[in-house]
């Protein structure tokens, strides 16, 4: 394996002045974009999108007590960011500021992930209630929720800082999302095929037998995906690089919690982003899952509706760097969050339709072929949503340097993101006490839950998380960079940064 590079005796890159519109050079090579590919797509490789059916089903955690725990993890989670983001910005090592959390991950950060898997063979056959296994299942959580921000950090503030071009950052994130769609969803999609084979055998196995295969192939999935993904990441922090060099970096000192409050306070598009979220956070949280897995009985919903619609999303990618140059941020922000809204609530009312004595929300064809439709529609802007939801908040960071002179990507993070957290957790709680009071109850076959409680998470799934959600649609109108600003800013930078190269350069020499 090759040695990782370094800088301590090579003089600073010069980054060369840049606007939005050209590329001046290309920083990072043939090998760091494979890795940077393959990066995004470990983010997604994984068994997440069943992690409701493992708590509910194979864990066996209530929803009751999933709502009460949801409180006391979040304020760990917020305590420990603030702790984790100050840590994070004291690094300052010859490989870089994010690159060696990345590296050591697999260390401190995967074996502990894997023990999630192992819960059920340790608690198999408690009740719902059963308190030992819930704290366990707290605790743990909890400790990979501070392993979790410190590798998030990390792999935000590599992707922020590895080329100092914004033009080439955003063809890298398109890149990255394209390609990425051919193999992220692959383990999930075996895996839901897998779970539906299973969960079908009702005629030939007894509930607890399809429990106990469901628990293996969990295992095994789980901590396979794991595995990859951490090998993934790994690979691009050794061959990947910090390019940026931000104004910060002529300090002596990083900046402080107090300073990093300041440039939050300063940097307008981040606050109204981080508001956004915050807003967005009170929402109802979808129920997608849970309606497609306990209603419908059919883990591969997703998968199978899905199909006509993926042709339109590779072709979608090629339209995000023209319509990037066309419009502003502040318009494809809107258009790529909020466009798809209104179908979610026709959705629902065409699901109240009743064919054979049934409404459609019960029948699975009907439900398949509206979704269809929906995603057609949906693939349209869908990659514009991924990749422009990634490139604001790194042009948000780079506009907080514009303006205070510090970047801080760590911190001025977690200060953004942690009200937000506050607010999630409030939706999450809510979420999971309305999804009791309806009679949801974990544990139960598909069949086994009433009409009235099978409409209740449809409309949990449509119409409820669409209609509180769009109170995070107000910040987004007060979003302040367009596109004159945002071609000043990085011409501007770009010649700032040059000049701090030189001057570090300069004192290297000497």
């Not at 009679?439 to 099978?454: H, M, P, R, V, W």
């Amino acid at each position: 394996m090759a040695e990782p590079e370094t800088n301590s005796s090579e003089s600073v890159p010069s980054p060369e002045p840049t606007q939005v519109k050209t590329k001046s050079k290309r920083y990072v090579g043939s090998r760091e974009t494979l890795a940077y590919i393959l990066f995004d797509v470990a983010a997604s490789v994984g068994i997440g999108k069943q992690g409701g059916e493992f708590t509910d089903r194979i864990l066996n955690i209530s929803k009751g007590w999933q709502a009460a725990v949801t409180p006391i993890t979040t304020a760990w989670d917020i305590i420990n960011d603030l702790f984790v983001a100050a840590f994070v910005e004291k690094t300052r090592t010859r490989f870089g500021k994010f690159r060696p959390w990345l590296i050591a991950y697999p260390i401190y950060g995967i074996p502990m992930t894997m023990m999630s898997y192992l819960l059920p063979y340790i608690f198999w056959g408690t009740d719902a209630g059963f308190l030992p296994k819930i704290i366990t299942w707290a605790v743990l959580n909890m400790f990979n929720e501070m392993t979790g921000t410190l590798n998030g950090i990390c792999r935000t503030g590599m992707v922020v800082n590895i080329t100092p071009d914004p033009g080439e950052r955003l063809l890298l994130i398109n890149k990255a999302n394209f390609w990425s769609m051919f193999g992220e969803e692959l383990p999930q999609q075996i895996f839901s095929i897998l779970m539906d084979v299973i969960a079908r055998q009702t005629a030939k196995f007894t509930k607890e037998m399809i429990n106990l295969k469901m628990r293996r192939w969990f295992l095994i999935f789980g901590e396979g995906t794991i595995i990859i993904s951490g090998l993934f990441s790994l690979w691009f922090a050794w061959v990947s690089r910090e390019r940026v060099v931000g104004t910060e970096q002529s300090r002596e000192k990083p900046p402080t919690i107090r300073e990093s409050f300041i440039a939050l306070r300063k940097n307008r598009p981040l606050f109204m982003l981080m508001i956004s979220e915050i807003l967005g956070g009170f929402s109802i949280k979808g129920q997608m899952s849970t309606y497609t897995n306990s209603i419908l009985n059919f883990r591969n919903f997703g998968t199978v509706m899905g199909i006509p619609g993926a042709p339109i999303s590779y072709i979608a990618y090629a339209w995000v760097p023209p319509l990037r140059r066309k419009f502003s941020t502040k318009f494809l922000w809107l258009a790529g969050n909020h466009i798809m809204q209104p179908f979610n609530i026709i959705i629902y009312f065409l699901g109240l339709i009743r064919r054979k004595g049934q409404p459609l929300f019960l029948q699975l064809v009907p439900m398949l072929i509206i979704y269809a439709v929906y995603n057609c529609i949906h693939m349209c802007v869908w990659p514009l949503n991924k990749v422009i939801g990634e490139e604001i908040r790194n042009e948000c960071i780079d506009y907080g340097e514009w303006k205070s002179g510090m970047r801080s990507e760590a911190m001025v993070g977690t200060l953004r993101s942690f009200p937000s957290k506050i607010t999630n957790a409030v939706g999450s709680t809510v979420t999971n006490a309305i999804m009791e009071m309806i009679g949801f109850q974990t544990g139960l076959d598909y069949n086994n839950q009433s009409e009235k409680t099978a409409q209740g998470v449809f409309a949990m799934a449509t119409i409820i998380p669409t209609l509180s959600g769009l109170i995070g649609l107000i910040p987004k109108l007060f979003f302040n960079i367009n596109q004159k600003d945002r071609e000043q800013m990085y011409a501007e930078l770009a010649e700032r940064r040059a000049r701090i190269a030189a001057e570090m350069n300069a004192q290297i020499g000497e």
